[in-house]
C-alpha cells in the first residue's frame, strides 16, 4: 500500500482538524435501532469516489467517517483513531484513511495500521446499500 500524507499546517496536526466536514443537509441522515439510514440523494458529498462525510450527534455512540471509496464501494469507520482518538480523513487515490493528527496513522479500508504511532486497527462497521439508502450497523 503506497502512504500519501493529506496536506495540512502544523497547526491543524497539532491540533487534529479535520478536513472533512459533517454533510451540508443534517436531515439526510437518521440514527435508531443501533443503525444510522443515510439518504445518498441528500449527501452530495458521496456522488464521487474519493468523497467522505463525518456523522456526529444525534444521539449517535460514537462518530462516524463514512466514505465513498476510490473502489467504488462506501465504507464506515468509527471515527476515532487508536492511538490518540482524532478523526480520521480519507486520503484520495490510496484506499485509506489517516488520522489528522501530527501521528499520521493511516488504515487500510480493512481498518489494519499501515504507517503510524497507531497499535491497533481502526473499527470498521457493516454497510449495506439498498437503492440510494445506505445503512451502516453499530
Known amino acids: 500500500m503506497e502512504i500519501r500524507f493529506l496536506k495540512r499546517n502544523l497547526l ?9 466536514k459533517p454533510p451540508g443537509d443534517q436531515g439526510c441522515w437518521s440514527y435508531g ?3 444510522v439510514i443515510l439518504d445518498l440523494d441528500r449527501v452530495p458529498e458521496l456522488r464521487q469516489r474519493g468523497g467522505a462525510v463525518r456523522l456526529e450527534g444525534k444521539n449517535l455512540p460514537e462518530r462516524l467517517l463514512v466514505i465513498h471509496g476510490d473502489d467504488g464501494e462506501f465504507h464506515a469507520f468509527r471515527n476515532r483513531c487508536k492511538h490518540m482518538g482524532r478523526r480520521l480523513d480519507p486520503v484520495p487515490g490510496t484506499r485509506s484513511v489517516q488520522c489528522c493528527s501530527v501521528g499520521k496513522s493511516t488504515y487500510d479500508y480493512g481498518g ?13 462497521l457493516p454497510v449495506n446499500r439498498d437503492g440510494t439508502k445506505l445503512e451502516i450497523t453499530f
Open 12 to 20: 491543524q496536526r497539532l491540533f487534529g482538524i479535520s478536513v472533512t
Open 33 to 35: 435501532d443501533r443503525k
Open 112 to 124: 489494519t495500521v499501515h504507517h503510524g504511532p497507531a497499535k491497533e486497527p481502526v473499527e470498521t
